[in-house]
């Protein structure tokens, strides 16, 4: 218990100058961003460009269930076009653990590339990422992790997203796993910025309901602790505020129906501007819970923000008062002539609401008592060493947090008279529909 006030009080009054010191860094540090191709057709756009740029041999990461559905099909067309050689990697699992990796460095290596395209979700891309920085420093991912870890760029990456929640085509990091020590890794550099990335609908039109939700969550959460942090700049909040508009306009019709390609654009939009908002005003709490649950029980990262985000943002809520107010306003759950309490706490309580009308749950299953101690620790250290959070949580109220989505306890059912045994129902047939809506699940972070 001393132990525990005592790095509190470190936390508190110790960390903060030193986080206000990182944000002025960080508001002056010029980070790239990456020429876009948006609209139906933009993967075959973007391997016609890449086509174009004399690369000898192109490395395509992405997973074995994007590789089997042929959806690189049009890049690749462009590729063998233009005579650019390539060869895949489509070995991608998800949390991008490290011995995947390991492999891909390998397989870089021995087909002499000299570019990358990342075409899957964010695994995929952060996976392509630590690929590039580890071939160009020749350094093992771990000794990469960090901020400006290498010495060199990578080479040349490019990015085709194949979900609408990571933003990683955008962003400045990569987030990894380490299976052997349970625990996911984040490395920051500007230099892996893709240089090019393709927004392209056509490809999220066969996501199921769940991953078009839980991804769209995940954007979400990127543009909304982008804003409430203290490391926004007056660009950062106009992408995070616009993310928040689009993605509460069109996250419904995405999950409603997946073929609505105005939805699946401007969701893919949303999540891009999430990106450029968060790559540069970072993120908070919510993500540094969630990446412990993430390593500790393989929980999708979408999903792991989605419920973790309306309690860390009441935990929040008198610290960033007036921003959620104004949250609310974008989001169109609030009129701007509303008191201010109450457009704040419409917005969390709209939050909610969008979980639930997406069947997401409010605990997490995996989540176990005997746990939270620790995953409560590690978050806080995340929390204090990486972000500007708008309130610093305690071990105490970490912990508090973690029991709120704790799964109750199973109570005793009262025996009951047996009943007659009912009569066995065949086992449904697996349909071509529902192979594809399993094969398309895969494609989640």
């Known amino acids: ?13 110790a960390l903060p100058g030193v986080k206000r010191a990182a944000g002025v860094v960080t508001r002056l540090l010029p980070i790239p961003q990456p020429t876009m191709l948006v609209g139906p057709g933009a993967s075959a756009r973007l391997g016609q460009a890449i086509g174009s740029f004399g690369h000898h041999k192109v ?27 390539w060869v895949v990697f489509g070995d991608v699992t998800p949390d991008a653990p490290i011995p995947v990796i390991e492999r891909g460095i390998k397989r870089y290596e021995t087909a002499g590339c000299d570019a990358i395209v990342a075409f899957g979700g964010g695994s995929v891309m952060d996976a392509a990422k630590t690929i590039g920085l580890a071939v160009a420093n020749r350094k093992h991912p771990r000794e990469l992790v960090g901020y400006f870890s290498g010495r060199h760029g990578p080479p040349p990456i490019y990015a085709v997203p194949t979900t609408a929640g990571t933003g990683s085509e955008v962003t400045v990091a990569a987030v990894i796993s380490d299976p052997e020590h349970h625990r996911k890794l984040v490395i920051a550099d500007t230099r892996i910025v893709p240089r090019m990335a393709a927004l392209d609908p056509c490809l999220m039109t066969g996501l199921p309901p769940p991953i078009t939700a839980a991804t769209g969550m995940d954007a979400l959460t990127h543009a909304v602790e982008a804003y409430i942090g203290h490391w926004g700049t007056a660009f950062s909040d106009r992408m995070a505020l616009s993310a928040v508009g689009m993605i509460y306009k069109n996250l419904p019709l995405a999950f409603a129906d997946g073929q609505d390609l105005a939805a699946r654009e401007n969701m893919a939009l949303a999540s891009t501007y999430a990106g450029l908002a968060f790559t540069r005003a970072n993120v908070g709490n919510v993500h540094a819970i969630a990446h412990q649950l993430g390593g500790l029980y393989h929980t999708p990262h979408g999903l792991a923000n989605a419920i973790m985000l309306a309690p860390v943002l009441r935990f929040s809520g008198p610290a960033i008062q007036a921003k959620l107010a104004l949250l609310a306003v974008h989001a169109r759950v609030a009129r701007a002539s509303e008191p201010e309490a109450r457009r704040a706490a419409k917005f969390i309580d709209s939050v909610e609401a969008m979980n639930r009308s ?46 709120a989505v704790l799964p109750k306890p199973a109570t005793a059912s009262v025996p009951s008279r047996k ?19 399993a094969r398309a699940a895969a494609r989640a972070r």
């Not at 218990?1 to 009054?13: E, G, Q, V």
């Open 59 to 85: 490395l395509l990461v992405t997973d074995a269930v994007i590789e089997k559905l042929g959806l690189t099909a049009g890049l690749t067309d462009e590729l063998k076009a233009s005579g650019t050689e």
């Open 1 to 13: 218990m001393i132990a525990n006030l005592i790095s509190d009080m470190a936390r508190a009054y």
């Open 358 to 403: 997406m069947a997401i749950p409010q605990v997490l299953e995996a989540l176990r008592e005997k746990d939270i101690a620790a995953l409560a620790r590690a978050a806080c250290w995340e929390a204090d060493t990486n972000y500007p959070v708008p309130r610093t949580m305690s071990q105490a109220e970490c912990e508090a947090l973690l029991r």
């Open 419 to 437: 009943r007659p045994a009912a009569a066995k129902v065949p086992a449904r047939k697996a349909t071509p529909t529902r192979r594809a809506g």
